[in-house]
């Protein structure tokens, strides 16, 4: 086994290699730059070496500043995490001159994988079903409307060398195809330094599945099962689930099946990534395959109770793998929500500085065995720099239902308390409460469906309006208690408070109600009808106290969590997507 590596990359992924190789008793090396110089991976790292300016272009993917770093540090192993270099086969040639480990795949089988147009007839070879298309170079705008005419329209014009969405069009007729093409083209010159463009029929109503892989160096692979990554936005995987609501099991093994074959045809050994777009009757299509570990990782991790960066580690050292394809097992339901700086009121418009406040949900096993997990690379007072990716958090949650799951993904979604910066919780939570998503009727266009003019909070109704007018009138009673005591304690009459109020819960909704209740005791809450009759009363019980940033406590029985930030005269309160003052 390894003695020390190093993980050549930052934030969250960075943290994650750190904590299984400190459980492994394996030391570790942190690299960084300039901004990240008080960065959490740097300070959970066992060492950490700098290696120059914030572009990444001017440290984290610079080669030879990686090599000073393991030379430095005598580190016999790399670990890429995503991105940067993790899917560069150069990178993985020069760490093998130096007789460094590279905890990922053979460099002939990223660099195999790297080129989508290889990919796809490399997967068409190994048996794989692959979308109608045209492998083969496209000359001009008129070739490239040629060829989306004999295929079909709508077709997809997308960038050999891409990724991340970048360099990809949708074409529904010449005149965009044309266009399209020329803008992939130029895209993915500025963007990969290669502007191939392909051709491919485009899937309507598309579902983006992948398969998990893992294989040694022994030629064993096997597939830890599917996840579903349709809910995306400008081709950016924003939630992610495992396993699919769509997939039966004989879909499922298919793919699997269809994803190992592929994985043995390029002789790959660690994990990887099997991409496919499956349409609604359960056709399903080769996209590519990711070389590395995938930033929805975790998600598999829960339902099978593999820890996959172990799996890398254990695979590179040279181990067989621990268990056979018979013995996966697929338990339970996890849901992950990508954490963005981003402002979701304002088209998504990227958020940077510092986290003044940064309180997540509590990890950790419940009761009654589900799981929240939070993946990150920040910390309250650190910095989200511009550099860099904006993501702030994974949040994972697992359940033994997929119902399960999204409840307790909402619950800890409106406990995840963040000031400073905007970010895209209230969009993640208002998501968790969509009933399209909720009943799994999913597709990657999903949010430009439901968003079409982007996206504005809920408007309270039903049981989340009755939660957050109970919530609202708790607060300003116990405000109220605290007053009466300390007015008690002074000379002169005490003041005595009405129990009616009216609570305002914005939109020009209000609810009248009474409310009951000492100093930190049970509080009930009232719902009057508009006749001033009683319609619906709440039981109360909660530990909070002015000032902290989340009420936390039972609203009939069931746990709820609201945000709470003070504005003149009253509060906003958050919760499920809604946001009220």
């Avoid at 090599?67 to 940067?84: E, K, M, N, S």
């Avoid at 040639?93 to 796809?120: C, H, W, Y």
């Avoid at 109770?305 to 181990?319: K, P």
């Avoid at 939109?507 to 009232?526: K, Q, W, Y």
Wanted: net charge negative; hydrophobic share 40%.
């Amino acid at each position: 086994m390894f003695k020390r590596i190093l993980i050549a990359n930052r934030g969250e992924i960075a943290c994650r290699v750190i904590k299984t190789a400190r459980k492994l008793g394996i030391a570790t090396v942190a690299v960084y730059s300039d901004a990240d110089r008080d960065a959490l991976h740097v300070r959970m790292a066992d060492e950490a070496v700098h290696i120059g300016p914030p572009p990444a272009n001017q440290s984290y993917i610079v080669i030879d500043k990686i090599l000073d770093a393991i030379r430095q540090t005598g580190a016999d192993a790399v670990h890429p995490g995503y991105g940067f270099l993790s899917e560069n086969p150069l990178f993985a040639d020069a760490l093998r001159a130096e007789n460094v480990t590279f905890i990922g795949p053979p460099p002939s089988a990223i660099e195999a994988m790297g080129d989508k147009i290889t990919s796809k007839k490399l997967a068409a070879e190994a048996g794989v079903n692959t979308v109608p298309g045209h492998m083969g170079l496209i000359e001009d705008a008129d070739h490239a409307v040629a060829i989306a005419r004999s295929i079909g329209y709508p077709v997809m014009i997308k960038a050999s060398a891409g990724g991340g969405g970048k360099g990809m069009r949708i074409a529904w007729n010449d005149e965009e195809a044309r266009e399209g093409f020329q803008l992939s083209r130029n895209e993915a010159k500025s963007s990969f330094g290669d502007d191939r463009i392909f051709i491919e029929k485009f899937v309507t109503q598309p579902r983006h599945i992948e398969i998990q892989v893992l294989g040694d160096l022994h030629g064993n692979v096997i597939y830890l099962g599917e996840r579903e990554c349709s809910i995306q936005r400008r081709n950016q995987k924003i939630i992610e689930e495992a396993p699919s609501p769509f997939l039966d099991e004989a879909t499922r093994r298919a793919m699997g099946e269809q994803a190992v074959a592929l994985a043995r045809a390029v002789g790959y050994a660690s994990a990887g990534t099997v991409e496919f777009i499956v349409d609604g009757d359960r056709n399903f299509y080769f996209l590519e395959m990711n070389t590395r570990l995938q930033v929805e990782h975790p998600v598999t991790e829960l339902i099978t109770g593999l820890d996959l960066v172990e799996e890398m580690i254990r695979i590179a050292a040279g181990e067989p793998l621990r268990i056979r394809q018979e013995d996966v097992k697929l338990n339970g339901w996890a849901i992950e929500s990508r954490l963005y700086a981003e402002d979701p009121y304002r088209n998504f418009l990227p958020s940077i500085g510092r986290l003044r406040r940064y309180r997540p949900p509590v990890e950790g096993q419940h009761a009654d065995g589900a799981i929240v997990r939070n993946d990150t690379g920040v910390f309250e007072g650190g910095e989200i720099s511009m550099y860099y990716d904006p993501m702030i958090a994974k949040l994972i949650t697992h359940a033994p239902s997929r119902e399960a799951a999204i409840e307790l993904q909402a619950q800890a979604l409106d406990a995840f308390y963040i000031d400073g910066i905007k970010h895209n919780i209230p969009f993640l939570t208002a998501l968790m409460q969509h009933p399209r998503w909720r009943a799994g009727n999913l597709s990657t266009t999903f949010i430009q469906e439901e968003y079409p003019n982007g996206f504005e909070p809920r408007t309270p109704e039903g049981e989340d309006l009755q939660i957050l007018a109970a919530v609202a009138a708790a607060i300003d009673h116990l405000h109220n208690c605290r007053r009466r005591k300390i007015t008690g304690q002074m000379p002169g009459r005490p003041v005595t408070f009405a129990k009616r109020r009216v609570v305002d819960v914005g939109n020009g909704v209000r609810r009248r109600v009474i409310v009951d209740g000492e100093l930190n005791g049970p509080t009930t809450v009232t719902l009057l009808d508009d006749d001033g009759n009683p319609s619906e009363t709440l039981e109360i019980a909660s530990k909070w106290w002015p000032g902290e940033p989340v009420w936390s406590g039972m609203v009939r029985d069931r746990d709820v969590s609201v945000q709470v930030r003070p504005i003149l005269n009253g509060f906003e309160l958050s919760y499920r997507g809604v946001r009220v003052p």
